[in-house]
């Protein structure tokens, strides 16, 4: 019993069960109080009421919480993952004082790329319209800086390379070696107390750095007037081998100017050098290449013994040294066994002389009883529309200067981007490594990688690319399966030209035999024996008379074929970032 009725109607509880009920309605409101306070404290920590008026005042958070919500529906789109960490950065930013302002390490790759190909003017112009996005010019800068160490003419940066490959567990390299035609200028370098411009003198191949310094005003004006101007730019790149299906960016080893007045030797003793210099920092170069310039050709050909020999240089004995297992049956592949580096030229240059000697109006070519014209190719020009053969005339005769379509083609994306590429060398690597990193990331869900543009040719050229590394190993039998069909091919066009009788009558209508055939004519006319020892400075001997072929063509002047022709940098626009100041 908790209580009892009184006379007027009314019910008493009992005082003890009251005091019981009190303390209970009590306890529940302090419960009550305690649960209020702390959904209060999480409301204000995680969560926001924001009003309708609020929102109408300011539409641009109405935009972000409907794009968030798109976003969030769409949990496999990774195209917008860096553009929501840009957002977010920018908008922590701007809570902030501007000497506050900080960058999330996957937003830095971004200003650095948009300084290194937009410029600074671009980039400033970004930087003042959109504040807290991109950090100050000095900032990117100093952080160009501390990704690349300034390249100094004349000097080999060894020691920045071990750095790079160590810090991206690579051990195999393969190297590249090239000239670029600049009008002569001298410039002062500021950073480095030298003048550029010079042609730096070489000691066994090797450019003396830091040659051309100088307090006195005799000394300057005796190199202005007796010392070579830089006519070529050479530099050295060094690509990294990784495993199939990963992206590595190329270094700049090494640049300087040069006349190119250097000899085959010269270049074998820089080659040699660089290998042993990269061997020390635990980095095994495979091999070198180059373009078709005859010093190099004639270089390659010493260094594979490809019908030629260094009797006093014995690269083959080197501890290094290493054996290519050619199959026994390939009587077409003349390369030596026994190797210490491989040398390729590119394919690029080697169309380009065939095109060029082919197109030539002094050389005359012949196949079988046929001769080469370009009559033919001028009547179907004429003749024949356009849009079936896809010729024009600056197709056939390359010297047309009044043709507008080589106007174009010159102007065209892919050559613009080839200049900026050279006005922009120190950037270079540092480019190349954001793009492969993103590239590398690109597959990578939520990963805020960068994507870069790609232009027709690179695109096919990287899909082309991807599709041998990963899907199609190439063989032995696949090599030997496409030179088969290669001969084959080539033996039945040749048959239109009644060369496959006269192959026939020689007996060496068999890829065997022809080869055979071929071996033993290389071997009694172009088999090259250069005396020169790893210390000699004497100049080589260019006797060899598929090279001096090569050398009376360049020397002809108007049908030379040489890249030299095509673009002329002058030396301060091309050296202005790889040499500073």
């Known amino acids: 019993m908790i209580g009892f009725e009184l006379q007027n109607g009314k019910f008493q509880i009992k005082a003890g069960i009251r005091f019981?009920?009190?303390?209970?309605?009590?306890?529940?409101?302090?419960?009550?109080?305690?649960?209020?306070?702390?959904?209060?404290?999480?409301?204000?920590?995680?969560?926001?009421?924001?009003?309708?008026?609020?929102?109408?005042?300011?539409?641009?958070?109405?935009?972000?919480?409907?794009?968030?919500?798109?976003?969030?529906?769409?949990?496999?789109?990774?195209?917008?993952?860096?553009?929501?960490?840009?957002?977010?950065?920018?908008?922590?930013?701007?809570?902030?004082?501007?000497?506050?302002?900080?960058?999330?390490?996957?937003?830095?790759?971004?200003?650095?790329?948009?300084?290194?190909?937009?410029?600074?003017?671009?980039?400033?112009?970004?930087?003042?319209?959109?504040?807290?996005?991109?950090?100050?010019?000095?900032?990117?800068?100093?952080?160009?800086?501390?990704?690349?160490?300034?390249?100094?003419?004349?000097?080999?940066?060894?020691?920045?390379?071990?750095?790079?490959?160590?810090?991206?567990?690579?051990?195999?390299?393969?190297?590249?070696?090239?000239?670029?035609?600049?009008?002569?200028?001298?410039?002062?370098?500021?950073?480095?107390?030298?003048?550029?411009?010079?042609?730096?003198?070489?000691?066994?191949?090797?450019?003396?750095?830091?040659?051309?310094?100088?307090?006195?005003?005799?000394?300057?004006?005796?190199?202005?007037?007796?010392?070579?101007?830089?006519?070529?730019?050479?530099?050295?790149?060094?690509?990294?081998?990784?495993?199939?299906?990963?992206s590595s960016a190329p270094f700049i080893l090494s640049a300087y100017g040069t006349n190119n007045k250097y000899t085959s030797i010269d270049i074998i003793r820089r080659w040699i050098w660089i290998f042993q210099q990269c061997l020390a920092k635990d980095i095994r170069i495979l091999g070198f290449s180059t373009d078709?310039?005859?010093?190099?050709?004639?270089?390659?050909?010493?260094v594979l013994g490809f019908f030629a020999s260094l009797p006093n240089m014995p690269l083959t004995d080197h501890a290094n040294a290493f054996e290519v297992s050619i199959p026994a049956n390939w009587t077409w592949f003349f390369l030596r066994q026994r190797q210490l580096i491989l040398c390729f030229q590119d394919p690029t240059h080697i169309c380009t002389k065939l095109r060029?000697?082919?197109?030539?109006?002094?050389?005359?070519?012949?196949?079988?009883?046929?001769?080469?014209?370009?009559?033919?190719?001028?009547?179907?020009?004429?003749?024949?529309?356009?849009?079936?053969?896809?010729?024009?005339?600056?197709?056939?005769?390359?010297?047309?200067?009044?043709?507008?379509?080589?106007?174009?083609?010159?102007?065209?994306?892919?050559?613009?981007?080839?200049?900026?590429?050279?006005?922009?060398?120190?950037?270079?690597?540092?480019?190349?490594?954001?793009?492969?990193?993103?590239?590398?990331?690109?597959s990578v869900v939520n990963s805020a990688s960068l994507v870069f543009p790609k232009y027709r040719k690179e695109s096919s050229k990287l899909t082309s690319s991807a599709t041998v590394s990963t899907t199609c190993l190439l063989t032995k039998n696949d090599i030997q399966r496409i030179v088969s069909s290669a001969f084959h091919d080539v033996f039945e066009l040749l048959s239109t030209l009644d060369v496959d009788n006269a192959l026939k009558e020689n007996n060496i209508h068999t890829l065997k035999n022809l080869s055979s055939f071929i071996l033993n004519e290389m071997n009694a006319m172009t088999n090259t024996i250069d005396d020169s020892t790893p210390e000699d400075t004497e100049s080589d001997s260019e006797s060899d008379a598929i090279f001096d072929y090569h050398d009376s063509i360049n020397e002809e002047g108007n049908e030379t074929d040489n890249d030299y022709d095509s673009t002329i940098y002058e030396l301060n626009d091309v050296t202005g970032d790889i040499f500073p100041g």
């Open 20 to 246: 019981d009920v009190d303390a209970f309605i009590e306890a529940l409101r302090d419960v009550n109080d305690k649960l209020l306070q702390s959904m209060s404290a999480d409301h204000q920590s995680d969560g926001l009421t924001i009003s309708q008026e609020f929102l109408a005042k300011h539409p641009l958070l109405k935009t972000l919480i409907e794009f968030y919500v798109t976003k969030d529906n769409n949990d496999n789109d990774s195209s917008l993952s860096f553009l929501t960490v840009l957002i977010d950065n920018i908008i922590q930013n701007l809570t902030l004082p501007k000497n506050a302002y900080r960058y999330n390490e996957q937003v830095q790759k971004f200003p650095m790329t948009l300084f290194i190909l937009a410029g600074r003017n671009a980039y400033e112009f970004v930087r003042m319209n959109i504040p807290g996005a991109i950090p100050a010019v000095s900032t990117i800068q100093s952080s160009l800086d501390r990704e690349e160490s300034q390249i100094m003419e004349g000097e080999f940066r060894f020691d920045t390379l071990k750095h790079k490959f160590s810090s991206n567990d690579i051990s195999i390299a393969f190297c590249a070696e090239d000239c670029t035609p600049v009008i002569p200028t001298v410039t002062y370098n500021v950073t480095s107390n030298t003048f550029v411009g010079f042609s730096l003198p070489l000691i066994n191949g090797l450019p003396v750095s830091k040659y051309f310094q100088t307090e006195s005003l005799a000394e300057l004006e005796h190199w202005f007037s007796s010392m070579d101007k830089s006519t070529m730019l050479n530099v050295h790149m060094v690509q990294p081998i990784k495993s199939i299906g990963k």
């Open 292 to 302: 078709a310039d005859p010093k190099y050709l004639r270089a390659m050909k010493l």
């Open 356 to 442: 060029n000697h082919l197109l030539s109006s002094k050389a005359t070519l012949g196949i079988g009883k046929q001769r080469i014209s370009l009559d033919i190719l001028s009547k179907l020009i004429a003749n024949t529309n356009k849009l079936i053969h896809g010729l024009v005339k600056s197709d056939v005769y390359p010297r047309d200067r009044q043709n507008f379509a080589s106007c174009e083609k010159i102007s065209s994306d892919d050559v613009q981007l080839a200049l900026e590429f050279l006005n922009r060398a120190q950037k270079l690597s540092i480019l190349h490594a954001i793009k492969s990193e993103s590239e590398v990331n690109s």
